[in-house]
C-alpha cells in the first residue's frame, strides 16, 4: 500500500486516544456550552421531560467538575485550587487523596466545593 506508514498511524491512534479536554479551560468549556445547548433545549422542550433535563445538567456539571480535576493534575494543586474555591479543609483533603482516580472522587466533596452557583457564574447554561 502506497503512503501507509505503521509509524502515522500508531500516531494518529495514540493522539486520538490520549485527548481528554482537548486543552480548553473550564470558561472555554461552558462558551462552547453556551452555543448549542440553547438549540438543543429548544428542539426537546415539547418533550414533557423534566427530570431527563435535571438529570442532564447534572451529569453535564458532573462531567465539568472531572474536568477541572484533569486540569489541576496533581493533588498538592487540587487541594490548593479547592481551598482557594472557599471548600472545606477536610473536603479538600479528600478529593486531594483521590488525584490519581480524578473521576471515582468524592461527589458530596466536590458538590459543595463547586456547587451550581459556581457554574452559573461561568455561564453554563441549564436545561431545566
Not at 93 to 113: E, G
Request: hydrophobic share 40%; charged share 30%.
Amino acid at each position: 500500500m502506497a503512503g501507509w506508514s505503521w509509524s502515522a498511524t500508531r500516531a494518529r491512534r495514540k493522539a486520538g486516544r490520549y485527548r481528554r479536554s482537548g486543552g480548553r479551560s473550564l470558561p472555554e468549556v461552558a462558551e462552547r456550552l453556551r452555543v448549542y445547548m440553547p438549540g438543543w433545549k429548544a428542539y426537546f422542550q415539547l418533550a414533557q421531560t423534566p427530570r431527563v433535563f435535571r438529570d442532564l445538567d447534572a451529569w453535564i456539571r458532573h462531567r465539568l467538575r472531572a474536568v477541572q480535576l484533569k486540569h489541576w493534575r496533581r493533588g498538592t494543586t487540587m487541594y490548593r485550587e479547592l481551598k482557594a474555591m472557599g471548600a472545606s479543609e477536610a473536603d479538600a483533603r479528600k478529593v486531594a487523596a483521590n488525584s490519581r482516580c480524578w473521576w471515582r472522587n468524592r461527589r458530596m466533596a466536590l458538590n459543595r466545593a463547586m456547587p451550581i452557583a459556581y457554574f452559573d457564574r461561568l455561564g453554563v447554561p441549564r436545561l431545566s
